[in-house]
């Protein structure tokens, strides 16, 4: 039986946030140790992998602010969100350090043409 999807990205958080540590995990969001430990071993009465709670949900979101609600909840999107100043940001950042190393990329190309010349 396959640990249900949920699960999985709560081990990613876990795994991120608290270098897999599910002690630390469970007291960072206020939530009993062994209710996380839980959700990665099968239930001997029922034998299925239990859910996440709705209060473990909302503890994770609330605690772990750049966590993607959404990919927590759907797997859809990535798991850390970025605000769109700082993607914005990061995009811009990246355009001027490839403009700097164009410019830096055509002057060399020039210094190595001219030397090919002297030669």
């Given at each position: 039986m396959q640990i249900p999807k949920i699960n999985a990205r709560i081990m990613q958080i876990i795994d991120y946030k608290s270098n897999g540590?599910?002690?630390?995990?469970a007291e960072t969001i206020g939530?009993?140790?062994?209710s996380i430990n839980r959700l990665f071993n099968i239930d001997n009465r029922t034998k299925k992998y239990p859910?996440?709670?709705?209060?473990?949900?909302i503890?994770?979101?609330e605690m772990f602010v750049d966590?993607?609600?959404?990919?927590?909840?759907?797997?859809?999107g990535k798991m850390l969100q970025v605000?769109?100043?700082?993607?914005?940001?990061?995009?811009?950042?990246l355009i001027q350090e490839i403009k700097d190393?164009?410019?830096?990329?055509?002057?060399?190309?020039?210094?190595n043409s001219e030397l090919v010349k002297n030669k």
């Open positions: 540590n599910r002690k630390k995990f939530i009993a140790q062994q859910v996440a709670t709705t209060d473990m949900l503890a994770i979101t966590i993607n609600a959404r990919w927590l909840l759907t797997g859809d605000d769109n100043l700082q993607e914005n940001q990061l995009t811009y950042n190393l164009s410019a830096e990329n055509a002057l060399l190309k020039k210094e």
